[in-house]
């Protein structure tokens, strides 16, 4: 079977705040951006509610709503926003690099930004699936503001975890921390930071077996794995950080990526190691994973491709 073969100045290869972000600076410099949104359109902030720590929202916006606000803008300076899913990608040789769409339809990209993001590592209980809009969360810098002075709970015992247990406890009146075994995976001084802070409590050999609430979160029950007790925490808001996953799998091949398959790039830009091709938001970054974060990076991903096409002179 024939395939569609359309050949553009500047693919985006996902969206949420660095997609659309990039897509907005790319068409406002005469790039004929196209994007191609995934199977997740708008990205993890889909299933945020309230953000309040995104400038120009003074009031707070839900996180859906900022996404449709960010691809309204971008829509409206003549980016071509399109559904689809990228399956596969050939970024060997020189430009235009070869990226396959639902495997139906054959696009040829003088330059490329990357932009699919991130994945929360969740533990796969029922329960947290269906509270995940009512206290459950994967990020406390993005929502450990609304439990100030109350007693929540966070899974997790890696460096992510432990800083994310620090700075849950300035906000709320307590914090238990649900380990799975009897240690850490944490640096030293992270373990010692935790164990001196006095408003959080381990729970050591702990596994999470539900959470606890029907539409917002009241609680949740633990076990411990050597004596099979089970404790029932009464907390508000529920925290998992136990990693993410980079949607990076399908580039592998060509794109350097690190051991957890986060891309990398060059200090100070968004160049990959493939020239043409550059990366932004949580698919790159392992450490802020916050969206303006990600949309500061989306502009610098359209800038570096501007810049590349501009030397290039095909725009």
Not at 21 to 42: D, F, H, S, V, W
Not at 84 to 103: N, Q
Request: aromatic share 8%; glycine share 10%; charged share 25%.
């Amino acid at each position: 079977m024939s395939q569609e073969i359309e050949k553009v100045n500047c693919l985006i290869i996902g969206s949420g705040p660095a997609g659309y972000t990039a897509a907005i600076y790319a068409a406002r410099a005469n790039m004929k951006p196209i994007l191609y949104q995934g199977l997740e359109p708008g990205g993890q902030l889909m299933q945020t509610t309230e953000v309040e720590n995104f400038p120009g929202y003074p009031h707070g916006v839900q996180g859906p709503q900022m996404m449709e606000d960010f691809k309204a803008q971008a829509e409206r300076v003549e980016a071509d926003i399109r559904w689809g899913l990228a399956t596969k990608v050939d970024f060997s040789g020189k430009p235009p690099y070869k990226v396959w769409i639902d495997e139906t339809k054959e696009i040829l990209a003088e330059s490329v930004i990357l932009s699919t993001g991130a994945t929360a590592k969740w533990l796969g209980l029922e329960s947290e699936n269906r509270l995940k809009s009512g206290g459950v969360s994967a990020c406390a810098v993005c929502d450990g503001f609304f439990y100030r002075n109350q007693e929540v709970a966070i899974v997790g015992a890696g460096d992510t975890a432990c800083e994310e247990a620090l700075y849950l406890a300035k906000l709320c009146s307590k914090v238990n921390m649900i380990v799975r075994s009897d240690k850490m995976r944490a640096s030293k001084i992270m373990q010692e930071r935790v164990l001196a802070n006095d408003k959080i409590q381990l729970f050591w050999n702990s596994s999470t077996e539900e959470v606890l609430g029907q539409t917002v979160v009241e609680g949740a029950r633990i076990v411990n794995s050597k004596t099979g007790e089970k404790t029932e925490l009464k907390v508000t808001g529920f925290f998992v950080a136990i990693g993410h996953q980079p949607q990076s799998s399908i580039f592998k091949d060509f794109i350097t990526c690190d051991e957890e398959g986060y891309v990398i790039t060059q200090s100070g830009t968004t160049k990959t190691n493939v020239e043409g091709v550059f990366a932004a938001g949580d698919l790159q970054d392992k450490h802020y994973r916050q969206a303006v974060t990600a949309a500061g990076s989306g502009c610098m991903a359209a800038l570096d491709a501007e810049r590349y096409l501009s030397a290039k002179g095909v725009i």
